[in-house]
C-alpha cells in the first residue's frame, strides 16, 4: 500500500516536472523579452501570429506561416515543408520534452523567424507565440 | 613520498584512459548525437560516409545557404561536426559503398548532393519518377528513408526497398 502510495507520487511528480519545466524555460524568456521592452504577453496574439502567412513570391514554399510545418493545430505531428521530415507535436502536454530547454527555444525561434518571415521575429512576438503554445 | 606515488598513480591512470579507445568512443558518440540532433531535425540523418571529407566541409561553411535555408550553427557545434563527418567521410570509411562512391568521383569534384552522385544515380536509374518525385510520400531521391528504412543506420541492401504506395522493389 506504501509503495502503491510512492509510485503513485512519483508519477504525479513526473508528470508536474514536464509542465513545470516547460513552465520555467519559458518563463525565463519572456523576462528577458521584457527586458528588451515587450508587455503584456497574449496567447491570442501567439496563436494569431502562427497562422498569420508571410509571401515568399517564387520559392517552392510561397506562403509560409508556423503551421506550413507544424499544422494549426500543435497537438498534432506535423511535417518539414521542405523535406517532408515528420515533426513531433510542439504541444508540451503531447510531447513531454518541447519548451523545456531555453537554448533550444532560443535557436528555432531564429531560425524558423528566419525561414517563415524573411527576418528574426520581434520580442513582443515571440512572447506572444511562446505564451500561446506553453498551454496547449 | 606516499602521496607523490599515489599522484602519480592517478596522473598515469588519467593519461592512460584519456589515451584509451573508450574515451575516443565517448567522443564519437557525443558527436553522433550532435549530429543527429543538429542536422536530423529537419531532414534524415544522412551516413557520413556517403560524401567525400571535402563535401561535408563545403556544407558546413556554408550553411547560411543550406538548400534554400539558413541552417547556421554556433562555433563550437560547428567545430565538433566538422571533425567529426570528415573523420567519417567515404575517403575514410573503407566500406564497399564508400569505395565506390569515391570511384565514381574525379578528385576535383565536390558533389553537395548525395542525390547527386554519380554512383547513387546509376543504382536509381530504372525507378520510374513517378514512385519517387510524384510520390507525395517520397517527395525526392533525397528522401532515402521513404523506402530504405535502414537508411540512417547505413543499410540499403535491395531486399530491403519498400516504396510508399507501391510495395517492394524487384529488378
Same mark, same amino acid.
Given at each position: 500500500?506504501?509503495?502503491?502510495?510512492?509510485?503513485?507520487?512519483?508519477?504525479?511528480?513526473?508528470?508536474?516536472?514536464?509542465?513545470?519545466?516547460?513552465?520555467?524555460?519559458?518563463?525565463?524568456?519572456?523576462?528577458?523579452?521584457?527586458?528588451?521592452?515587450?508587455a503584456n504577453f497574449s496567447a491570442a496574439a501567439g496563436k494569431r501570429f502562427w497562422n498569420q502567412t508571410t509571401p515568399?513570391?517564387?520559392?517552392?514554399?510561397?506562403?509560409?506561416?508556423?503551421?506550413?510545418?507544424?499544422?494549426?493545430?500543435?497537438?498534432?505531428?506535423?511535417?518539414?515543408?521542405?523535406?517532408?521530415?515528420?515533426?513531433?507535436?510542439?504541444?508540451?502536454?503531447?510531447?513531454?520534452?518541447?519548451?523545456?530547454?531555453?537554448?533550444?527555444?532560443?535557436?528555432?525561434?531564429?531560425?524558423?523567424?528566419?525561414?517563415?518571415?524573411?527576418?528574426?521575429?520581434?520580442?513582443?512576438?515571440?512572447?506572444?507565440?511562446?505564451?500561446?503554445?506553453?498551454?496547449? | 613520498?606516499?602521496?607523490?606515488?599515489?599522484?602519480?598513480?592517478?596522473?598515469?591512470?588519467?593519461?592512460?584512459?584519456?589515451?584509451?579507445?573508450?574515451?575516443?568512443?565517448?567522443?564519437?558518440?557525443?558527436?553522433?548525437?550532435?549530429?543527429?540532433?543538429?542536422?536530423?531535425?529537419?531532414?534524415?540523418?544522412?551516413?557520413?560516409?556517403?560524401?567525400?571529407?571535402?563535401?561535408?566541409?563545403?556544407?558546413?561553411?556554408?550553411?547560411?545557404?543550406?538548400?534554400?535555408?539558413?541552417?547556421? +550553427?554556433?562555433?563550437? @557545434?560547428?567545430?565538433?561536426?566538422?571533425?567529426? !563527418?570528415?573523420?567519417?567521410? $567515404?575517403?575514410? =570509411? #573503407?566500406?564497399?559503398?564508400?569505395?565506390?562512391?569515391?570511384?565514381?568521383?574525379?578528385?576535383?569534384?565536390?558533389?553537395?548532393?548525395?542525390?547527386?552522385?554519380?554512383?547513387?544515380?546509376?543504382?536509381?536509374?530504372?525507378?520510374? +519518377?513517378?514512385?519517387? @518525385?510524384?510520390?507525395?510520400?517520397?517527395?525526392? !531521391?533525397?528522401?532515402?528513408? $521513404?523506402?530504405? =528504412? #535502414?537508411?540512417?543506420?547505413?543499410?540499403?541492401?535491395?531486399?530491403?526497398?519498400?516504396?510508399?504506395?507501391?510495395?517492394?522493389?524487384?529488378?
Amino acid at each position: 500500500m506504501i509503495l502503491l502510495s510512492r509510485m503513485l507520487m512519483l508519477s504525479l511528480g513526473l508528470t508536474l516536472s514536464c509542465a513545470t519545466l516547460a513552465a520555467t524555460a519559458v518563463d525565463e524568456l519572456l523576462s528577458t523579452y521584457r527586458q528588451q521592452g515587450a508587455a503584456n504577453f497574449s496567447a491570442a496574439a501567439g496563436k494569431r501570429f502562427w497562422n498569420q502567412t508571410t509571401p515568399h513570391a517564387g520559392t517552392a514554399n510561397p506562403e509560409r506561416s508556423c503551421a506550413s510545418c507544424h499544422t494549426s493545430d500543435v497537438r498534432q505531428e506535423g511535417n518539414h515543408a521542405v523535406t517532408g521530415k515528420t515533426i513531433k507535436p510542439l504541444a508540451p502536454s503531447v510531447t513531454g520534452r518541447r519548451l523545456t530547454n531555453p537554448k533550444k527555444i532560443r535557436k528555432w525561434l531564429k531560425r524558423n523567424c528566419l525561414w517563415t518571415r524573411g527576418r528574426e521575429c520581434t520580442a513582443q512576438e515571440k512572447g506572444d507565440v511562446l505564451t500561446y503554445l506553453k498551454d496547449l | 613520498m606516499t602521496r607523490n606515488y599515489l599522484y602519480g598513480t592517478f596522473l598515469a591512470t588519467s593519461l592512460w584512459w584519456l589515451a584509451s579507445p573508450a574515451f575516443s568512443a565517448t567522443a564519437t558518440t557525443s558527436a553522433a548525437t550532435l549530429y543527429k540532433d543538429e542536422c536530423a531535425s529537419c531532414h534524415m540523418a544522412y551516413p557520413s560516409q556517403l560524401l567525400p571529407a571535402r563535401s561535408w566541409l563545403k556544407i558546413l561553411n556554408s550553411l547560411d545557404h543550406h538548400f534554400g535555408d539558413n541552417a547556421s +550553427l554556433d562555433p563550437a @557545434t560547428l567545430k565538433t561536426l566538422k571533425t567529426y !563527418l570528415q573523420a567519417n567521410s $567515404a575517403d575514410t =570509411a #573503407g566500406t564497399r559503398r564508400a569505395r565506390r562512391i569515391m570511384r565514381s568521383l574525379a578528385a576535383d569534384e565536390t558533389p553537395l548532393r548525395i542525390s547527386a552522385l554519380p554512383s547513387i544515380r546509376r543504382q536509381h536509374h530504372e525507378i520510374p +519518377l513517378r514512385y519517387i @518525385t510524384a510520390n507525395p510520400k517520397v517527395k525526392s !531521391l533525397s528522401n532515402c528513408v $521513404a523506402c530504405h =528504412a #535502414g537508411a540512417e543506420q547505413g543499410r540499403f541492401n535491395e531486399d530491403n526497398v519498400k516504396i510508399p504506395g507501391y510495395g517492394r522493389w524487384d529488378d
